[in-house]
């Protein structure tokens, strides 16, 4: 017999017989599959609690909403277990007020496979308190945090509505007298917005209607006064001479369109009545319409005279 090389040897383990390899192999993940799949395993999922109340009684804490259960079961019917919704349901209808105990043990779990077993619940029990209803109006007031743009500040807050009524347990309600917005940032606004918010409502309260709340919120330039000195003063009549080259001028106004005015850019003008007399006068701020004194500047009507040193200033005619 001629003796077959390794090679050939190696060959034969692989390609010999190659379709009944495959078939048993198959057949060996499949039992694997099979022998996993019925084995037991233990799994944990959250059931969402529902509470069904008496009329007219309320919680007076923000319940348990969630509870955690361990199973154990085959690992196909756990490997699921996660995908449901589970839920429980605690019947407090027929109780009273009070401190009331809610147990889960014996409680039925909505959404649990049959076939899964209950090993543990955490928590297994928990302690609730009844009390009777109540409901009354209350104002709202604004949470402002932060600070408006340089130059700007927040003049007012407006809520819409102003006040709300909440419903919630009566030990509650009748210590309440307003309830807080949530956090009104302002950081860097330089103009007037309208905001929606919502309420940072005290746990277990709720409003008995619901609807849109909204803030209001109006933001001014911050108003300061400037002083400039060796301001020029010219009469616009140019048959007429101030006595005076310069004088001080305090002009207030926003703080922003303040400090952004150049000095040479402001005047004091002298304004005279075409028929006035020609002889020597003072003129002050507020002599109009005969005569006057107007503050020429590029600036807009918010920079307003504060004051003027000299309050008045003489002029005379020119010669002819």
Same mark, same amino acid.
């Given at each position: 017999m001629?003796?077959?090389?390794?090679?050939?040897v190696?060959r034969?383990?692989?390609?010999?017989h190659?379709?009944?390899k495959?078939?048993?192999?198959?057949?060996?993940?499949?039992?694997?599959?099979?022998?996993?799949?019925?084995r037991?395993?233990?799994?944990?999922?959250?059931?969402?609690? =529902?509470?069904?109340?008496? =009329?007219?009684?309320?919680?007076t804490?923000k319940?348990?909403?969630?509870?955690r259960?361990?199973?154990s079961?085959?690992?196909n019917?756990?490997?699921?277990?996660?995908?449901?919704?589970?839920?429980?349901?605690?019947?407090l209808?027929?109780?009273?007020?009070?401190?009331q105990?809610?147990?889960? &043990?014996?409680?039925?779990?909505t959404?649990?496979?049959?076939?899964?077993?209950?090993?543990?619940?955490?928590?297994?029990?928990?302690?609730?308190?009844?009390?009777p209803?109540?409901?009354?109006?209350?104002?709202?007031?604004?949470?402002?945090?932060?600070?408006?743009?340089?130059?700007f500040?927040?003049?007012?807050?407006? +809520?819409?509505?102003e =006040?709300?009524?909440?419903?919630?347990?009566?030990? &509650?309600v009748?210590k309440?007298?307003?309830?807080?917005?949530?956090? +009104?940032?302002?950081?860097?606004l330089?103009?007037?917005?309208?905001?929606?918010i919502?309420?940072?409502?005290?746990?277990?309260?709720?409003?008995?209607?619901?609807?849109?709340?909204r803030?209001?919120?109006?933001?001014?330039?911050v108003n300061?006064t400037?002083?400039?000195?060796?301001?020029?003063?010219?009469?616009?009549?140019?048959?007429?001479?101030?006595?005076?080259?310069?004088?001080s001028?305090?002009?207030?106004?926003?703080?922003?369109?303040?400090?952004a005015?150049?000095?040479?850019a402001?005047?004091?003008?002298?304004?005279?009545?075409?028929?006035?007399?020609?002889?020597?006068?003072?003129?002050?701020?507020?002599?109009?319409?005969?005569?006057?004194?107007?503050? &020429?500047?590029?600036?807009?009507?918010?920079?307003?005279?504060?004051?003027?040193?000299p309050?008045?200033?003489? &002029?005379e005619?020119?010669?002819?």
């Open positions: 001629k003796e077959r090389s390794f090679a050939a190696v034969g383990w692989f390609l010999d190659l379709g009944w495959v078939f048993t192999g198959v057949l060996a993940v499949l039992a694997w599959a099979w022998i996993q799949g019925g037991v395993v233990p799994s944990s999922a959250w059931v969402n609690v =529902e509470y069904v109340l008496p =009329e007219g009684l309320v919680l804490q319940p348990t909403y969630r509870i259960v361990t199973v079961g085959t690992q019917l756990t490997r699921d277990l996660r995908r449901g919704d589970l839920s429980v349901s605690v019947d209808a027929d109780l009273g007020p009070g401190v105990t809610v147990d889960f &043990v014996d409680a039925s779990i959404g649990l496979d049959p076939g899964l077993s209950i090993v543990a619940l955490k928590p297994n029990s928990l302690q609730v308190e009844l009390e209803q109540a409901e009354r109006p209350v104002r709202l007031q604004a949470s402002v945090v932060g600070e408006a743009a340089d130059g500040r927040l003049a007012k807050v407006t +809520l819409e509505p =006040e709300v009524t909440v419903v919630g347990p009566t030990s &509650v009748e309440l007298d307003k309830v807080m917005t949530r956090a +009104l940032v302002i950081d860097g330089s103009q007037d917005t309208e905001r929606e919502s309420l940072d409502l005290p746990s277990p309260l709720r409003l008995k209607e619901s609807g849109t709340i803030a209001n919120l109006r933001i001014q330039a300061s400037r002083t400039f000195t060796d301001v020029p003063v010219v009469c616009r009549d140019p048959g007429w001479r101030p006595v005076q080259d310069n004088v001028v305090v002009l207030e106004g926003p703080v922003l369109e303040l400090s005015l150049e000095v040479d402001l005047t004091v003008m002298v304004v005279l009545p075409g028929d006035l007399e020609r002889a020597a006068l003072s003129v002050g701020v507020a002599q109009a319409p005969e005569a006057r004194l107007e503050i &020429v500047h590029p600036g807009g009507d918010t920079l307003q005279l504060a004051t003027l040193e309050a008045k200033i003489d &002029v005619p020119i010669a002819q």
